[in-house]
């Protein structure tokens, strides 16, 4: 016979102590909720990633009061095209935001914020999410690897891109996300300014992510490569073959994204998906650190104002925030990916000396998500006509997978067996 199961419950479980979960975790600490912050890990761990926080999240952690004691401050960003030739593309002073992001290691930066929130009063688990717990007509909680079983009255997924809260919550269909892998490694090398590489796999064909050179803790770089799979997760070895030719003997981490909100519902009833898991990675750059952020202190202000209407108020700060760029940006991903001569076209002339010059503002802008708040001008009109373009764009018959599904079922119970048929009437 098993043993005594801890039965313990909350008003919120938040599942995953990334930078979403984290947030969420300390906003509704400090908003008097008794919340439950529960991760696999034990920290401080390791996570692949590209170790930047954009301007964004600059200004969310300022907000927040959290300060960050190992961070390098970073700015401009250098692009390299396939035939060699460079662009600068500008970090500049926003009216939300500052004119700089921090280049900072995640072992450093999700330890913080997870201390952060345990100092407001989230209370600290260690363990996965196992056996779901159903209430009612809604997913209530987890039975842990630890023996514990957490039952709270709202569940926040900050599990990642494969998000076990979301599976289980019928929330995710894998088929229609826009999903990518990325490798990331530290090698020996003086990087002062962020570098981002496109390339191509043979002339005119071009390769569907890109790679980096991102300042690193202490002497080190942090170098890696992403790669766009639409919705083909089978194509996930690539980009590890590729790794070992960049990286050498320099050990690698990995992880997958899932982009622009394709494929998700990120929230309905009782549940409410985070970061990754509502696929909140920008589908043009991958930068998934500041949405997540985001998301996390809007699912909080949501849950905090309400249990009952909390995944209603949620979707629609979502749409207000992301409701315009991501649809998009995910266009112009899918259009690109599947068209590689198109793409290595637009890589070309991105970065021809003259064009890249003149379009560099305006690209940073929409690229990073910068447009709202962005001072008025040239370069601000010009990436919102971009915006405008990648929403068109969205619109197209055949893109119509990328949309968010509205017709998942929320099983909140394993689906019943259907009934077995009458027996024939007798004549």
Request: charged residues 20%; aromatic residues 6%.
């Amino acid at each position: 016979m098993g043993g005594t199961v801890d039965t313990q419950r909350y008003d919120v479980l938040v599942v995953g102590a990334g930078p979403a979960g984290s947030v969420a975790a300390l906003c509704l600490a400090r908003g008097g909720a008794r919340v439950a912050l529960l991760d696999k890990a034990s920290f401080p761990r390791d996570k692949a990633c590209g170790d930047l926080v954009g301007p964004r999240g600059v200004r969310l952690l300022e907000d927040l009061g959290v300060e960050l004691p190992e961070s390098r401050q970073v700015g401009d960003m250098e692009v390299s095209g396939p035939t060699g030739r460079r662009v600068s593309l500008p970090c500049r002073e926003g009216s939300s935001y500052p004119g700089h992001g921090v280049a900072v290691t995640r072992l450093v930066f999700d330890d913080v914020l997870r201390r952060a929130a345990v100092g407001a009063g989230a209370e600290p688990r260690t363990g996965r999410a196992g056996e779901p717990i159903f209430e009612g007509e809604g997913l209530a909680g987890f039975v842990t690897s630890a023996g514990e079983e957490l039952r709270a009255d709202v569940v926040l997924g900050a599990d990642g891109a494969t998000s076990h809260v979301a599976s289980v919550a019928g929330l995710v269909d894998p088929a229609r996300s826009l999903w990518g892998f990325a490798l990331r490694s530290y090698v020996e090398a003086d990087v002062e300014v962020p570098l981002i590489a496109w390339w191509e796999t043979e002339p005119w064909k071009a390769f569907a992510g890109y790679g980096w050179a991102f300042p690193g803790p202490g002497p080190l770089a942090n170098v890696g490569l992403g790669m766009a799979l639409l919705g083909d997760r089978r194509k996930g070895a690539l980009p590890v073959r590729l790794m070992a030719r960049i990286a050498g003997d320099a050990p690698s981490l990995g992880g997958w994204l899932k982009m622009g909100m394709a494929g998700t519902e990120a929230a309905r009833g009782r549940v409410l998906l985070l970061g990754d898991a509502a696929g909140l990675v920008n589908p043009l750059q991958g930068e998934g650190i500041a949405p997540a952020m985001w998301s996390g202190r809007a699912a909080a202000e949501a849950v905090l104002a309400g249990p009952s209407g909390a995944a209603g108020r949620y979707r629609e700060a979502l749409d207000a925030r992301f409701g315009a760029y991501y649809p998009a940006a995910a266009a112009i991903q899918a259009v690109l990916v599947g068209r590689p001569r198109a793409a290595a076209l637009v890589e070309r002339v991105l970065t021809t000396g003259v064009v890249g010059a003149c379009l560099a503002g305006s690209w940073a802008l929409f690229w990073n998500d910068l447009v709202d708040g962005a001072p008025h001008g040239g370069a601000r009109n010009v990436a919102v006509v971009a915006g405008a373009a990648g929403r068109a764009l969205s619109r197209a018959p055949q893109l119509r997978a990328l949309r968010r599904p509205h017709g998942l079922r929320m099983y909140s119970r394993p689906p019943r067996p259907p009934a077995p048929p009458s027996p024939p009437r007798e004549r």
